[in-house]
DNA sequence: TTTTATTTGGGACATTTGTCCCACCAGGCC
DNA sequence: GGCCTGGTGGGACAAATGTCCCAAATAAAA
C-alpha cells in the first residue's frame, strides 16, 4: 500500500555522510501539504525520503484527481523525470510532514552511471513499481469496487495512513458518494481506521 | 498505443551479430497464439521482438482478463522477472507472427552490468513505460469511456491491430456489451478500422 | 458442401455509479 | 458567542455498465 524501499536509503544514507561534499546531497524538511513536484512542470531535483508520506497524482481535467501511489521511507521522488528528460508526469505532495534527501538530475544520473550498487537498486525498484502499477491497474479492472474496499481498508488497518476519505475515494478512482455508500452498505465491519 | 524501441533492438541486433557465440543471444520465432510467457510461471528467458506483436494480460478470476499493453519492434519481455527474481507477473501471447531474439536470464544481467550503453537503454525503457502504464491507469479512471474509447480508436487506425473485439473491450477494461453498446451510439463516425 | 465454432450485434432488465443537494459536526478565527 | 471552512454522511434521481440471452455473419473444420 506505501511502497518503502530500505535498500535504498541506505545507499543515500551512506554516500550523503561519506566525502565532504556529501556527493551533493542536500537533507531538506518540508510540511505537511507541501508540494514538491508539480505535473507537467519541467523538475531538476531528484528527492529521496527519510521520513513522511508522499501522495503521487495525476489529474487531466483538473478537477478529478487520480491517486498513483502513496511513497514512504526510502522511496525516489523525480527519477522518471531524470531520466527521461521530460516535464513530470504527475504531482507529488506531502502528505505528512517530511524529511528528504535531495540532489539535481545530473548528480542523480552520475550515480546512476558510477555506483554500481545503486544502479542496480533502482531498477529493481522501477522493475517493482512496474509491476505494481500494472497489477494494481489491473484489479481495479477486474475486480467488483467491493472487492478493492475490502482489501485497502485491510491494508490501512496497520499503515495508519493519514488521508481522508476523498483521498480514498480518489485513490480507488470513483467519488466519494460511492465511497459513503459502500462503507455504509458494508457487513458489520469496524471501520476504526480513521486515527486520524 | 504499440509500444516499441528502436534503441534496443538497434543495441541487441549489434550484439548478436558479433562475436561467436553473439553473446548466447538465439533467434527464434513464434506462431500467432504462442504463450512466450504465463502469468504465475517462473521464466527464465528474457526476449526481444524483432517483428509483430504481443498482449501482455493479467487476470485473476481466470474467467476476465485485462490487456495491460500491446509491445511490438524493439520491446523486450521478461525483464522484470529476471530483475526481481519473482514469478511472472503477467502473461504474454504472441497476437501475429513474432521473431524474436532469446537470451537467458543471467546473461541479460551480465549485459545490464557490463554494457552502459544497454543499461541506460534499460532504464529509459522502464521509465518510459511505468510512465505510459500509470497514465493509463490514471485516465482510465478519470475519463468517461466514451473519450477513452474515441482515444483509442483514433489510435488504431494507423496501428492496424490485429485484435478482437473482445480484446479492446479487454484492454479497455469493460464487457464486450459495453463496447457494442458505445460504438453503436457513436456519432456518424467509421469504425472500419478492422482491416484485418 | 455441410457442420461447427468463433466473432459480432443488440434487446431487456438488474445493479452500480455519478450527480445534485442538503445537513451535521468540529476546529479556527473575528 | 457567531461565522466561516473543510470533512463527513446520506436521500433521490439520472446515467452508465453488467448480466443474460438470442440471432446473424464469418471463419474454421469435417
Redo the contacts between chains.
Sequence with gaps: MIRKNLTILRIIDELAGSGQTGHGILVRNFHKGHLLIGQGTTTTNVFFIRSGIVKCT????ND???I?EFLGEGQVLG??EA??Q?PA??SVRAISDLAAYMLDGSSFLDL??RN?DF??A???L??????D???????????PLEHNLTQLLAALEYEKLPCTKQELADYL?ITLRSLNRMLKDRPAHSHKWFSN
Tied chains: 1, 2.
Design positions: 495525476f489529474s487531466e481535467n478529478k484527481e487520480y498513483l527519477e522518471l531520466i527521461t521530460a508526469m504527475s546512476l552511471r554500481e544502479n542496480r533502482m531498477m529493481e522501477m522493475a517493482v513499481r512496474l509491476t502499477t500494472a497489477q494494481r491497474s489491473a484489479r481495479q479492472q477486474l475486480n478512482g
